[in-house]
């Protein structure tokens, strides 16, 4: 099993910045991919993120586009997600994602194990 912990969530004002983290620990292998989600209240669960292990292939939804930053540091296990310019439509849970493959994928339902989640509000 693959644990996942995220951590750098917080309250920010529209405009502001903030960074995630994503620890991995467990059984985890240099060649998984990465992935952010968020779910809002009410809303069901979006892709945000996600990098292969190589960084080599990163995409980002449509809505976070040239706003968030998704990297990675194979040798601390930690993936992160730089999120600057953040808006009040981006509060959410946020929860990073493993997956057993060498590829990313944007379904919730491809990726094997999963963080607890941490909250981001942005206040307009």
């Known amino acids: 099993q693959v644990q996942l912990v995220e951590s750098g969530g917080g309250l920010v004002q529209a405009g502001g910045s903030l960074r995630l983290s994503c620890v991995a620990s467990g059984r985890t292998r240099s060649t998984d991919t990465s992935g952010w989600f968020r779910q809002a209240p009410g809303k069901e669960r979006e892709f945000v993120a996600a990098?292969?292990?190589?960084?080599?292939?990163?995409f980002y939804a449509d809505s976070v586009k040239g706003r968030f930053t998704i990297s990675r540091d194979n040798a601390k296990n930690t993936v992160y997600l730089q999120m600057n310019s953040l808006k009040p439509e981006d509060t959410a849970v946020y929860s990073c994602?493993?997956?057993?493959?060498?590829?990313?994928?944007?379904?919730?339902?491809?990726?094997?194990?999963w963080g607890q989640g941490t909250q981001v509000t942005v206040s307009s």
């Open positions: 994602a493993r997956r057993r493959a060498v590829v990313g994928s944007k379904v919730p339902g491809d990726y094997d194990f």
């Open positions: 990098m292969d292990w190589s960084g080599g292939r990163i």
